[in-house]
């Protein structure tokens, strides 16, 4: 799979960096720094194992990357401090995954990511994103409806281990716009 162009920035030593499969260990690492800090108070330190296992595991990632999901790595002076994973569906995109590691919440780069990642799918012919975040990630979702994303409805499903993901779906329209920036 060939990789896209990086998604150009202003800010100097920030860059979104698509991922290749070479990368998938370093977004697995992200994601066991950034789940283990964020997720134990709204979902608890089991489901936050079980997730990881489930996700986050390298074949996992793997599985994901080869069934369309593409994968950037978001780098402050070549150092990786976050990353996003969406995939085409329905004539939009899915965000699947964004996260930024805590160190660096509060700065700006959350919703740089957010955009970039919305600039990604736009490229591709999206007008539409979407996404699931959980309806306890009051942070997560401020930060969504901040960036243009409105709650569009409700979703809880079991994803096994007597687990379930409680979430509020949200979208984001005109995304193309953000090709004009």
């Excluded at 100097?12 to 990368?23: E, K, N, R």
Aim: glycine share 14%.
């Amino acid at each position: 799979m060939a990789l896209p162009t990086p998604v150009p920035t202003t800010r100097p030593g920030l860059s979104l960096d698509p991922a290749a499969t070479a990368d998938l260990p370093e977004v697995a690492r992200l994601a066991e720094i950034i789940w283990w800090r964020c997720y134990p108070p709204i979902i608890g330190s089991g489901q936050v194992h079980y997730m990881l296992g489930r996700g986050y595991a390298l074949p996992a990632l793997r599985d994901s990357q080869r069934n369309g999901t593409r994968f950037s790595l978001l780098r402050l002076a070549g150092r990786s401090i976050g990353f996003s994973a969406w995939r085409p569906a329905g004539g939009g995109g899915f965000l699947d995954k964004l996260y930024l590691h805590p160190g660096f919440h509060g700065t700006g780069l959350g919703r740089w990511l957010i955009d970039a990642t919305c600039r990604e799918m736009a490229r591709d012919g999206a007008d539409r994103a979407c996404l699931r975040v959980n309806r306890h990630n009051r942070p997560a979702i401020r930060a969504y409806e901040r960036a243009g994303f409105v709650i569009t409805g409700t979703d809880c499903q079991p994803i096994g281990g007597g687990y379930v993901m409680d979430d509020y779906l949200m979208s984001r329209t005109g995304i193309l716009g953000l090709l004009l920036d």
